[in-house]
């Protein structure tokens, strides 16, 4: 039953950052596409204005996703015992979803900027991720021990539930 209370609160965060990320990006194609809003410019012309609003409202998306991932990790923690420190892997999970998101959010505001320096964006994003992507493969692999008995006793538990092959009963007499 606790497991259960766990898993609807996990859902219910999931669904308050999913309705907030929707909402914020409908607020962005909204701007994004009223006649006034398309003929603006910002920082001397460089940047169209609904491209830095947009930019400025990925910030946001990107702010609730993190929110949800540090109200989340516990719970990870408690519903998946068997992955010590789930609940940072799941972090680290949703922070290679922000940088994904990012990486293409911000580009538009960027890039205008330093039109010779396209490199160092992409480069930042890169080692971004390498060590998004290698603190959670070190995590997992540190639980590895952990996830290693869990699969064993899991398949020690299904040989053992289903129907047993004849021969092989205690009962039954060996030939």
Not at 15 to 33: E, R
Not at 80 to 91: E, Q, Y
Request: aromatic share 10%; hydrophobic share 55%.
């Amino acid at each position: 039953m606790e497991e259960e209370k766990g898993w609807d609160a996990l859902l219910a965060l999931a669904f308050k950052a999913g309705i907030t990320a929707v909402v914020v990006l409908g607020m962005g194609v909204f701007i994004g596409g009223l006649p006034f809003a398309r003929e603006l410019s910002a920082f001397g012309g460089r940047i169209a204005a609904p491209d830095f609003i947009n930019s400025v409202l990925s910030l946001a998306v990107i702010a609730a996703l993190a929110e949800f991932a540090l109200a989340a990790s516990p719970l990870f923690d408690r519903l998946l015992p068997v992955l010590p420190r789930a609940g940072r892997v799941a972090s680290l999970l949703t922070a290679q979803l922000c940088l994904l998101y990012a990486y293409h959010a911000l580009q538009p505001s960027v890039y205008p900027f330093m039109p010779e320096l396209e490199w160092a964006y992409q480069s930042v994003f890169l080692g971004a991720t390498l060590f998004v992507l290698a603190r959670a493969g070190l995590l997992v692999h540190a639980a590895g021990g952990g996830l290693g008995e869990a699969a064993v006793a899991l398949l020690k538990k299904a040989a053992g539930a289903g129907p047993r092959a004849p021969g092989l009963d205690e009962r039954e007499k060996r030939p």
